[in-house]
């Protein structure tokens, strides 16, 4: 190396994935398990030692999380101060890109906390890989404490695991084995709404009228184990009946929207096994299951759902789940 070569900074690098919940979103909140996978579409972060001055977040794209600039300086504080460590980190420079649509259910937040908190790691370069990992979640943690007040952490699991996971609360998520990948078409709506919001809306109907919540909370972790095993052995009619009627036990929550029902009605007019909305609800995304992958049939009913849906005006993508090889996401939003 020649005498005066400049000295290049040493960058951390992470990745994380955004998700679907196929069945269980929200019932997850209380106890209630959900399947959740993740999707080809991800987050990608760097992170540097600065010079001087306070650590700094920058993003890529226009950011749309549910409380504005403020709170993201402040779940970028709670993330970096969540480890303890044995020597301060200094002040660190984040940046975050990808293709994953902000403010719409399909996991955004937990995916620039987990891929700013493995960028974080890998630029320390303490500890082995599950140290690594233990120390994403509790940064990752911090971070969307900051959003959602008292996370599940169902988002977390999934921005870190590839594949479908069942997840319930306060349990090591574990991998549910699809007995064929599926092809799902997501819509997103033109409505945004607040996970907060939406969490404490559930909160105050379970108040309102416990009896008929803990009825239709235990369908729901009914419906998830019978859709547990739909997906385990290939039933994909029966896997697509039970997220129809997901949304419907959603909607009697008072999570689904006219624009939400229009995606799920348009998606089922147009081949669809089953749809429903997908995420928080209020708005953000609905999801609709096409078929098997590298079945022809599902690949033109997924073509149809995605053409319907644009020509309402909605945008719409394609995404393989539970397949090793379903990296990336297919079509564009």
Known sequence: MPKHAATVARLGNGRASGKLILVGEHAVVYGAPALVAAIGRTLTATAERGSDGPSTLELDFELCLDSGDSAMSRAFSELLRAVSLD???????????????????????????????????????????????????????????????????????????????????????????????????????????????????????????????????AAIAALVETAERALRSGALAELGALMSENHALLSAWQLSTMELDELCR????????????????????????????????????????????RALGYDGFTVPIGAAHAARAQGSS
């Not at 609800?281 to 098997?292: F, I, K, S, Y």
Request: with cysteine; proline share 5%.
């Open 87 to 217: 020597e301060p980190l200094g002040p660190i420079c984040a940046r975050v890109a990808g293709d994953l649509p902000s403010a719409a259910g399909l996991g955004f937040s937990a995916a620039a906390a987990v891929a700013v908190a493995r960028a974080l790691e890998d630029l320390r370069g303490v500890g082995n890989d599950d140290a690594r990992e233990r120390a994403v979640v509790l940064r990752a943690m911090a971070w969307e404490r900051v959003f959602h007040g008292n996370p599940s952490g169902v988002d977390v699991s999934a921005a870190m695991h590839p594949g479908v996971l069942r997840f319930v609360r306060g349990s090591p998520p574990t991998v549910v084995v699809t007995a064929k990948p599926i092809l799902v078409c997501v819509g997103i709506s033109r409505q945004r709404s607040s996970t907060m919001t939406m969490v404490d809306a559930v909160r105050a109907l379970r108040s309102s009228n416990p009896t008929r919540f803990d009825d239709e909370l």
């Open 266 to 309: 348009t998606a089922l007019a147009n081949g669809a096994l089953g749809a429903k909305l997908t995420g928080k609800g209020g708005g953000g995304a609905a999801v609709a299951l096409a078929g098997a992958v590298l079945d022809r049939e599902a690949e033109t009913v997924a073509c149809q759902i995605i053409a319907a849906w």
